[in-house]
């Protein structure tokens, strides 16, 4: 037996490759995948030609196809099972995984060489299976999985970490809350993503910023509660901000943006009231010359970076799928099959400019 993969070989480029399948141990598993999201960090994986070869995907939703005696009783779940993985494979026993941290795990985090981590791992080491673009992936001893709730299909559940996400930033790290003002920098899947955990937590007005060419997925920010959208190279942030808190200003701003460093970073800055909250998440911001630190200090602002998720806000993502009062589906825009992975990986690399939100991979199409 054998499992089709898009086997990622160098930069932008992958290939269709026929790998075995694994003789599985009895704390190990195979999933047979239905659903693999494509995530804004497998652009920067992608066009990396370093490293690898590797099978890329790392939010993936699949039926539990095979498990191992001891896998079944440690993850209470059987064969035929749809479930959710995270990308993590975290060691279980280190400071951060005992204190459900598995996130900042050193044996997962995929910046470190010889880590474990879905979506990263190469082929050479075995058994290759290591990412979701494949027809199945192996539950690895380690693996993180969460069953995905009754009613709630593949397709919706494979955003479960990118909503995840939104959950760990906007509510657990930020604190959105009753009666507050959220603005998120950055109307892609991830900023969609914190716009529904903030209204799903109760903020009062959630405000999206986007430029004048994201006029479709600031609609879709609108389908999914916010409250206003703002195109900035239109229109001005800091008056609507204003405009709507009375002049109190914002609770919680959080930079999801893809450019703009400083201009994105200290405008957001001047859009907090006193003790307000900046969340950053975009990865561009190596270095800021110019960036507003009087600002911070004269606000008292809490300034905090974000990474990833806990497994509770995955958890959260999807109980609010299984309540179906948010209409998800208006962010899953494109499905490609295994044959169109690099289509796939270039729209979401690209410009946009079709709308295209939340993209997956279909394995079995
Ligand atoms: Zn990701
Ligand atoms: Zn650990």
């Keep these: 037996m054998t499992s089709r993969a898009a086997v990622h070989v160098a930069a932008k480029r992958t290939e269709i490759r026929e790998l075995p399948l694994p003789l599985l ?19 920067a994986y992608y066009a990396d030609g370093s490293v690898g070869p590797r099978i890329l995907g790392h939010e993936n939703v699949g039926l539990v196809e095979q498990l191992g005696a001891l896998a079944r009783e440690r993850w209470g779940v059987r064969e035929g099972d749809l479930v959710a993985l995270e990308e993590y494979l975290p060691c279980g026993h280190c400071a951060d995984c005992r204190a459900g941290e598995y996130r900042s795990c050193l044996q997962t985090d995929n910046t470190r060489a010889g880590a474990l981590r879905y979506g990263t791992t190469g082929i050479d080491v075995p058994p290759a299976l290591w990412g979701g673009y494949s027809q199945y992936q192996y539950l690895h001893p380690r693996a993180v999985l969460h069953r995905v709730p009754a009613g ?17 930033w906007a509510y657990l790290d930020g604190g959105a809350g009753p009666g507050q003002t959220v603005v998120v920098q950055g109307p892609g899947q991830q900023g969609l993503a914190c716009v529904v955990a903030a209204k799903a937590a109760g903020a009062k007005t959630v405000i999206v910023t986007g430029l004048a060419r994201d006029e479709t997925r600031l ?14 190279d239109r229109d001005s942030l800091p008056d609507l901000v204003a405009e709507v808190t009375g002049g109190t200003l914002a609770d919680l ?10 201009a994105v970073v ?19 911001h190596a270095a800021l010359d110019g960036f507003a630190i ?33 209409d998800l589906n208006a962010m899953a825009t494109h499905e490609f099959a295994l044959d169109d992975v690099d289509r796939a990986l270039r729209l ?14 279909a394995p079995w199409s």
């Design 219 to 232: 609609a879709v920010a609108k389908r999914l509660g916010a409250d206003h959208c703002v195109a900035v």
């Design 348 to 361: 979401v690399g690209g410009e946009r400019g079709d709308g295209a939100i939340q993209v997956s991979i």
């Design 25 to 43: 141990a009895s704390d190990a598993g195979l999933l047979r995948v239905v659903a693999a999201g494509v995530c804004g960090s497998d652009i």
């Design 266 to 284: 200290n405008g957001g800055l001047e859009l907090l009231r006193k003790r307000g909250t900046l969340l950053v998440a975009a990865y561009k």
């Design 253 to 262: 701003v959080i930079d999801v943006s893809s450019g703009g460093a400083t």
């Design 152 to 168: 709630v299909s593949a397709r919706l559940a494979a955003m479960a970490l990118p909503l995840g996400n939104g959950f760990q």
């Design 294 to 326: 009087d600002a911070v200090i004269r606000g008292q602002i809490t300034l905090r970076g974000v990474r990833g998720h806990s497994f509770r806000a995955v958890e959260m993502a999807l109980n609010l799928m299984a309540q179906h009062d948010v």
